[in-house]
């Protein structure tokens, strides 16, 4: 069975400061994705950044990268230059190989950022 | 490129009054689709997913119910809404194959049921 840990209920972080948010997973597939979603209040969920558990490098998008040590199952999300607009609900999700492709979803990080 | 639209966006309805929700897509065919529902506070739990028209998998047994009539319409309903079915609901896509199978949110309707 799959499963995704987010051990911080909720952060803060000074505004253009960088800052971590972990999650943890477990699977026993040897082809997973990971996933990083971003909810603001208005509730709707937004796609951050994408990383394939064959993939080499980090992903990286804009401000925003993973960092994956696949030996640790660690897929830590690291946001760099916060803004007032980073603050938000953030998700650590994962994906296994086969079937439909199931996503289960982590129980959330509450990023607080601080002018 | 694609939208996915949801509706209505709030929802207060009584406990045992029917309940549809729905949920289009555009910009893309043969889209898996999701539904999921968020209580207050926590997590995503997924209700339903389909592959095709006509195509349903349930997740959790419940009081709900989906259905796809056509290829980028999914629909939730419920013949009697309970007090636990209140949340907020979210339905997604992603593509049918190849890519990262990525899953893209809609709005999401936010219902309350009293």
């Not at chain 2, 949801?6 to 889209?31: F, H, I, K, R, Y």
């Not at chain 2, 709900?64 to 079915?85: C, G, T, Y």
């Not at chain 2, 949340?87 to 049921?113: E, I, M, N």
Request: charged residues 15%.
């Amino acid at each position: 069975a799959q499963k995704i840990t987010q051990t911080q209920p909720g952060m803060f972080v000074q505004e253009k400061e960088a800052v971590t948010l972990d999650c943890t997973y477990d699977t026993s597939d040897p082809s997973y994705g990971l996933f990083w979603y971003k909810q603001p209040s208005s509730g709707e969920m937004i796609f951050l950044i994408y990383q394939g558990s064959y993939d080499q490098q980090n992903a990286t998008e804009g401000r925003y990268s993973l960092n994956f040590q696949k030996a640790r199952k660690s897929a830590n999300l690291v946001i760099s230059a916060s803004q007032l607009g980073d603050s938000a609900m953030y998700f650590c999700a994962m994906r296994a190989s086969g079937g439909y492709q199931k996503v289960t979803f982590g129980t959330g990080t509450k990023l607080q950022v601080i002018p | 490129s694609q939208t996915i639209h949801q509706w209505p966006a709030t929802l207060v309805q009584p406990v045992g009054s029917p309940l549809s929700l729905e949920c289009t897509v555009e910009g893309t065919s043969n889209p898996n689709l999701y539904w999921y529902r968020q209580a207050a506070g926590r997590g995503l739990q997924l209700l339903f997913y389909s592959v095709g028209i006509g195509q349903i998998s349930s997740e959790v047994p419940q009081n709900l119910s989906a259905s796809r009539p056509q290829d980028r319409q999914f629909i939730l309903s419920s013949k009697k809404l309970l007090l636990s079915d209140s949340g907020f609901y979210l339905c997604a896509w992603s593509l049918r194959t190849g890519g990262t199978d990525t899953q893209y949110f809609g709005p999401g309707t936010r219902l309350t049921v009293l």
